[in-house]
């Protein structure tokens, strides 16, 4: 039997991962949805985040929330080069778009391992975290938790619901919504698919650096720390259907709390095993996922 105590303490751990996997899904989602791509070095952008946040925050001694700033725009930078030297050649020299996912797949794996290995020569291989941003903690009913986890979360709050209103509110955002549901309708309307792809790539990557960056207390940086977030935004991504944006803040908190709940009972390392079979199942029940796809053409390829 759990007590009180004990129960309150796994719920704030699943909220604070749900956080985290929030902000890291929405950025894989956005990008799936947008561009077809799989993008299975997604986790190397998360990496690029905390690598750059503890860089700034312990080397420059700068402010936590300019150093989780700093690893946003970073972030943001990086996959805009990124889609600009890799995507966009390979985009214009894809004859048959049916290989399109394919292609993508094969070539974010390696550039996976580049930004690994290229991280390992910049920084080395040990670890590089850090003791808190913030010194302190909250008492909540007697259970305390500490600030970099309360803030964690509230800025994985705030930047998912400003990047919500940026799709829903701004020309820009629907101009990438139009993209995802029609690329043929939306270059009919005058829409630069170029840079529409560019700036979905680049805002993929900032999402994931921030991920990296929030919870740099909790996860040190290390050149393979991507693994992880790679495998949990891909758990969302799947369970809530792919490219389906709007729904991945309720799968991040399904995984998040399957996982909490299995580490407890089970131990941490059948926690990927529990949601691995979550998702075993919705491939085989709902293929499309529990609020349905909205990839362009995906199950019909």
Do not use: C
């Not at 990008?31 to 946040?53: D, K, S, T």
């Not at 990086?78 to 985009?91: H, Q, V």
């Not at 805002?203 to 994931?208: D, K, V």
């Amino acid at each position: 039997m759990i007590s009180g105590q004990t129960l309150a303490s796994l719920l704030v751990a699943a909220i604070v991962r749900a956080g985290l996997y929030t902000l890291s899904a929405t950025g894989l989602s956005l990008i799936f949805g947008v561009m077809n791509v799989p993008n299975f070095a997604h986790g190397e952008l998360y990496m690029i985040g905390a690598y750059i946040a503890v860089f700034t925050f312990s080397g420059l001694n700068l402010p936590p929330l300019v150093a989780i700033l700093f690893a946003a725009v970073g972030g943001f930078i990086i996959g805009a080069a990124i889609e600009k030297s890799i995507f966009y050649p390979l985009r214009k020299r894809s004859e048959r778009r049916k290989l399109w996912i394919m292609n993508t797949f094969l070539v974010t794996v390696g550039l996976s391992l580049l930004l690994k290995n290229l991280i390992q020569v910049i920084a080395g291989t040990k670890y590089r975290g850090i003791d808190h941003y913030w010194q302190g903690g909250l008492d909540l009913a007697g259970l305390s938790i500490s600030v970099d986890r309360v803030v964690g979360v509230g800025i994985a709050i705030i930047v998912v619901i400003a990047f919500w209103l940026f799709l829903q509110k701004t020309t820009v955002g629907k101009a990438i919504r139009a993209t995802a549901q029609d690329e043929v309708g939306a270059k009919v309307v005058g829409i630069n698919l170029d840079n529409i792809h560019t700036l979905t790539f680049a805002l993929s990557a900032m999402l994931a650096s921030i991920a990296g960056a929030s919870l740099l207390s909790l996860n040190p940086a290390y050149p393979t720390m991507g693994l992880m977030p790679l495998f949990s935004s891909w758990f969302v991504v799947i369970l809530v259907g792919l490219g389906n944006i709007a729904a991945v803040p309720v799968g991040a908190l399904i995984i998040s709390l399957i996982e909490t709940f299995a580490a407890y009972g089970f131990g941490s390392g059948w926690q990927r095993l529990f949601s691995l079979a979550l998702i075993i199942l919705i491939l085989l029940f709902k293929p499309r996922g529990l609020f349905g796809s909205d990839v362009k053409g995906i199950w019909e390829r």
